[in-house]
């Protein structure tokens, strides 16, 4: 058997911004008999090491889904236990951060977090604010549907206040009204563990994004993975609609 690539060609095109829609954790977890707990403490694990293999590429953008606005709809223990994880995980980021020159920022709407977290994150990208390597962004809390409908509140308020008209709206516009107004959209997009969707993941930013799926549950994936998504990448032709 062929053995599997750790490092890409040279002549390869790095997608500049790569999102993740990190799926499986749970069927990794059946799969061995463990609970679900496991296979989202695995998959955090996935996040750090993978955080590492991105920048190592060249990647400059890495977003992942952690925790949809829909994901409150879990039975109240699995929503616990993702939050404790997501806690742990901020904590242990912080000193990630300033070892590997990170910038972390959350998207979505944490107003819903408890308050402690919601003091972490702010702590966690107001210290990594100036880091110039790998920015590393958690979607948490985040629909992409939510975010259009916090975006044209804004809007509005802001037109009421007389600082912005109807005549001034364009896609750039809008875009800056996002969560993610001070990023590139995504190249890539992807998906783990078989299923063929976006599921409220960044439905503006990824109009024309290209889409991987791979069948690989999230706490498997690993550098080698991400080097077949970026090769499949490279085999795409990018027209943009032109
Ligand atoms: C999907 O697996 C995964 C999630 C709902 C959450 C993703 C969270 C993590 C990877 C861990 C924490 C994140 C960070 C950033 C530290 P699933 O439970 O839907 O799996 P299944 O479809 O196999 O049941």
Request: proline share 3%; net charge neutral.
């Amino acid at each position: 058997m062929a053995k599997k690539k750790t490092e890409l060609s040279e002549d390869k095109k790095i997608p500049e911004h790569v999102a993740i829609i990190m799926d499986g954790n749970g069927r990794w977890a059946k799969k061995r008999f463990l609970p679900r707990s496991a296979g989202h403490s695995a998959g955090s694990r996935t996040v750090e090491q993978i955080c590492d293999d991105a920048w190592s590429l060249g990647i400059k953008y890495l977003t992942v889904y952690a925790f949809s606005t829909e994901n409150w709809k879990r039975p109240e223990s699995e929503v616990a236990t993702l939050m404790d994880l997501l806690r742990k995980y901020m904590k242990n980021c912080l000193e990630r951060s300033r070892k590997n020159n990170m910038r972390v920022r959350v998207i979505g709407d944490i107003t819903r977090l408890d308050e402690d977290l919601r003091e972490s994150i702010k702590e966690l990208t107001h210290e990594s604010s100036a880091n110039t390597g790998l920015c590393f962004t958690v979607a948490l809390n985040y629909g992409g549907r939510d975010e259009i409908v916090r975006a044209v509140r804004k809007i509005l308020e802001d037109r009421d206040t007389g600082k912005i008209t109807a005549a001034d709206i364009s896609e750039d516009v809008i875009s800056g009204y996002l969560d993610t107004s001070d990023m590139p959209d995504p190249d890539l997009v992807i998906r783990t563990s078989g299923e063929i969707r976006l599921s409220n993941f960044l439905p503006w930013q990824s109009a024309y994004s290209e889409l991987y799926f791979t069948d690989v549950l999230w706490p498997d994936f690993d550098k080698k993975e991400l080097i077949k998504a970026i090769e499949w990448y490279n085999g795409r032709d990018r027209r943009y609609g032109g």
